[in-house]
């Protein structure tokens, strides 16, 4: 048997509270409502989850899981997928099969499940200052293979901040860890010699759009489970000074005195510039009422009582195990886990459609080959299209990042093409003039005249970002690490 190895713990990606009971069934697990935070103005305001099971969870629960990072850091309560990407069953009989072709290595095996106890006595403690200048930001990295250049992208965390205007965020977590969870394979993308067949089938079959809501955005391979405390304040800088935020998260979190009448009336005055996020699991403590209810936290002629972390020691339950804690590092992003280059582009894209930053009403595709997605020169520059979605429709091809050059039939301009994307995760681009299709070698043909199939193009995205031109080639989704036209 193969040796177990060490599993080593790397960076806190996210908090999850969960709520769940046991599968319903191997394809499709119970997953109950979700609870989401109460919106008012610029800031999300606290809903008070406790996660708590009666029962305890099978140790594997959440290991193969598909998980939807985007949708749980969008106020969601878990952010587990309805349905998950891998076979069980071909996992537990360690039957590998090639879903896109790709040889099956002989030395490949089905992932062993690592299971070790934590030290519930040391506590995991974390205190966050942050001062930004938009929004509370995650981010996601994925790589299209070793002869490309990994791709990472910053999203809007808005658990803690839905607002654009510039914030101060405090934030404290304690938590104990009880459990950890893993699963120890040779090489990540061997995941992808036991995906389901649904999950195959579904990739040619949904858009890029349904994809990402069936199946998320990750899969489970590694988490903790135990009890946690998790406080956030966030404040816009326009009503609110940083030491004033450290103020009320102090009152809340540590006990350091009560609020000048000053900065009580703030909170009774700015309640749409400011919010406060409680959440914990594992314990049967009950936060004070200040917690509970925004009504009492805003109204001055109310004491705000602090956080007893020692009564939530106290009644830390005996089956914490099950409240899940925390993603650990090492869960894979999904489109890295598809070899075949056009699908894994059309399932990036999907989760490129739900972060593209605020402002930014679509994004760049350059005309690129179907094989290599090198891009397709065209006189020295290039052709795009601009699409808010990565699905078909109409649209117009335009000439390089000047939206005012457009590629037209002669004679014919500013005429819309129709994009279809294909099963095979490529695209055709048909005049809606002629009816006749764009071919890669830019002539225009019919079905029966294309008998090269050139009119199949792939579509190299270019990722948007605050902080780059969004129309910069630099920015390719799929790009090799040297040699990149610029």
């Not at 996210?14 to 103005?41: F, H, Y």
């Not at 069980?88 to 590998?96: G, S």
């Not at 009320?248 to 400011?274: C, F, M, P, Y």
């Not at 899940?324 to 894979?332: H, T």
């Amino acid at each position: 048997m193969k040796a177990k190895r060490m599993f080593r713990y790397l960076v806190l990606h996210s908090l999850i509270v969960l709520g769940l009971g046991a599968c319903k069934d191997a394809e499709a697990p119970g997953v109950k409502a979700s609870d989401r935070d109460q919106i008012q103005g610029e800031y999300p305001k606290f809903s008070y989850l406790r996660g708590l099971s009666e029962r305890e969870l099978a140790p594997d629960r959440f290991l193969g899981g598909s998980f939807n990072l985007i949708k749980h850091t969008n106020n969601d309560r878990d952010g587990f997928a309805k349905w998950d990407i891998l076979d069980k069953a071909r996992l537990v009989a360690d039957n590998p099969w090639s879903p896109f072709g790709r040889p099956v290595d002989p030395e490949v095996y089905a992932p062993e499940h690592i299971e070790r106890d934590e030290d519930s006595k040391d506590p995991y403690i974390r205190a966050y200052s942050i001062l930004t200048s938009r929004s509370y930001s995650d981010s996601l990295t994925i790589s299209v293979g070793a002869e490309y250049k990994p791709v990472t992208l910053g999203y809007t965390n808005k658990r803690y901040t839905s607002s654009e205007t510039a914030s101060y965020i405090y934030r404290s977590i304690l938590g104990y860890k009880y459990l950890s969870e893993s699963y120890d394979i040779r090489d990540v993308s061997d995941f992808e010699f036991y995906l389901h067949k649904r999950f195959v089938r579904d990739l040619k079959k949904l858009t890029a759009a349904e994809l990402v809501e069936k199946y998320g955005t990750h899969l489970v391979t590694s988490y903790t489970t135990g009890a946690f405390q998790d406080l956030a304040i966030s404040a816009s800088t326009n009503s609110f000074t940083e030491g004033e935020v450290a103020k009320i998260h102090a009152a809340l979190w540590a006990d350091k005195g009560t609020l000048s009448h000053e900065v009580q009336r703030k909170l009774t005055n700015s309640q749409s510039k400011i919010g406060v996020t409680y959440i914990q699991s594992g314990s049967d403590y009950i936060p004070p009422q200040s917690l509970l209810l925004p009504t009492i936290l805003f109204d001055g002629s109310k004491e705000i009582a602090p956080i007893d972390h020692k009564s939530f020691v106290e009644q830390i339950r005996m089956n914490a195990r099950s409240s899940f804690f925390a993603l650990e590092g090492d869960n894979p992003l999904i489109p890295s886990l598809i070899s075949d280059l056009p699908l894994k582009v059309k399932y990036f894209s999907g989760i490129l459609d739900l972060i593209r930053p605020q402002g930014v009403g679509g994004t760049m595709y350059v005309f690129s080959d179907p094989d290599t997605y090198d891009i397709v020169a065209y006189h020295s520059e290039y052709l795009d299209v601009i699409m808010p979605r990565y699905e078909s429709g109409q649209v117009y091809i335009y000439i390089g990042p000047n939206a005012y050059r457009t590629f037209d039939e002669t004679g014919r301009s500013m005429h819309r093409w129709y994009a279809q994307l294909n099963e095979s995760g490529l695209w055709t681009f048909q005049s809606l003039k002629s009816s006749k299709y764009l071919c890669r070698d830019f002539m225009l043909r019919t079905k029966e005249e294309d008998t090269g199939n050139l009119r199949f193009w792939g579509l190299n995205p270019a990722v948007p970002t605050a902080e780059l031109n969004q129309y910069s080639l630099a920015n390719l989704f799929v790009q090799k690490s040297r040699g990149v036209a610029q």
